[in-house]
């Protein structure tokens, strides 16, 4: 995950199985994104990113945890829910931990 200038946020990824290509909607921890642009090591734009090939990817306008993975999802409606529900789920764990300190400070 960078910043670099000119391009905006962009996010380096390893793709495992399947393609990734332009256009496509990711969902990667609480962060989506409609993919902008795929990337080689050297800048160089690719039709698509192949298994076990290095990519960097633009189109993110929040950068999404470093190791989160990264997982292509059929339109960016199904995508929201997805963010939406994980970020339900780290709100209500946070408050459960928060509860928890607070009853052994007690």
């Avoid at 994104?33 to 306008?61: E, H, I, N, W, Y």
């Avoid at 059929?74 to 408050?95: F, G, H, N, S």
Wanted: aromatic share 2%.
């Amino acid at each position: 995950c960078s910043v670099d200038k000119g391009l905006g946020n962009v996010l380096s990824v390893l793709v495992r199985w399947g393609t990734l290509k332009a256009g496509d909607v990711v969902v990667a921890g609480h962060q989506y994104a409609r993919v902008r642009k795929v990337l080689d090591g050297s800048g160089q734009t690719l039709d698509m990113g192949r298994p076990s090939v290095p990519v960097r990817l633009l189109g993110f306008r929040e950068m999404p945890t470093p190791g989160d993975e990264l997982v292509v999802v059929p339109d960016e409606e199904r995508a929201k829910r997805i963010v939406e529900a994980r970020t339900r789920a780290a709100e209500q764990e946070q408050l459960e931990l928060n509860q928890a300190v607070d009853t052994l400070l007690e």
